[in-house]
C-alpha cells in the first residue's frame, strides 16, 4: 500500500508559479510511474502529466505543454509538478497518483490504470 500526499497549492495570480509535491510513503514507490490529474470545478478529472519510474519519459497533456514540468526524487520519495505561467484556467484540485506497475516504463493517461491516489490541493489562479 502506498499513501500519497500532496502540497504546495494556493493561490497564485496569472502568469505566476507553483511548485506542487507529492510525498509517498513506501519502500515501493521508485519502481512506480507517477502521474499528476486535475479536476476544475464543474468538470470531469483530467490527465496533466506522467513519468516513468527513473525519471527517463515524461508525457504532458498539450495544454501544459511548455509550461509544466514533472519531476521526481526517489531518494526523497516525492514526485513534483512546476508549474509556470499559470493562467486562470489551469485553477483546479491537482491530484497525484501511482503507478504500481513495477519498473514499467509505459505512461498513462487514463485515470483508471493508476492505483493509489492523494486526497488532492487547491491550485487557484487569479486573473
Known amino acids: 500500500q502506498v499513501q500519497l500526499v500532496e502540497s504546495g497549492g494556493g493561490l497564485v495570480q496569472a502568469g505566476g508559479s507553483v511548485r506542487l509535491s507529492c510525498a509517498a510513503s513506501?519502500?515501493?514507490?521508485?519502481?512506480?510511474?507517477m502521474g499528476w490529474f486535475r479536476q476544475a470545478p464543474g468538470k470531469e478529472r483530467e490527465f496533466v502529466a506522467a513519468?516513468?519510474?527513473?525519471?527517463?519519459?515524461?508525457h504532458y497533456v498539450d495544454s501544459v505543454k511548455g509550461r509544466f514540468t514533472i519531476s521526481r526524487d526517489n531518494v526523497k520519495n516525492t514526485v513534483y509538478l512546476q508549474m509556470n505561467s499559470l493562467r486562470p484556467e489551469d485553477t483546479a484540485v491537482y491530484y497525484c497518483?501511482?503507478?504500481?506497475?513495477?519498473?514499467?516504463?509505459?505512461?498513462?493517461?487514463?485515470?483508471?490504470?493508476?492505483?493509489?491516489w492523494g486526497q488532492g490541493t487547491q491550485v487557484t489562479v487569479s486573473s
Open positions: 497518483a501511482a503507478d504500481r506497475r513495477s519498473y514499467s516504463n509505459r505512461l498513462y493517461y487514463i485515470q483508471d490504470k493508476y492505483d493509489y
Open positions: 513506501g519502500r515501493t514507490f521508485s519502481s512506480y510511474a
Open positions: 513519468i516513468t519510474w527513473s525519471g527517463s519519459s515524461t
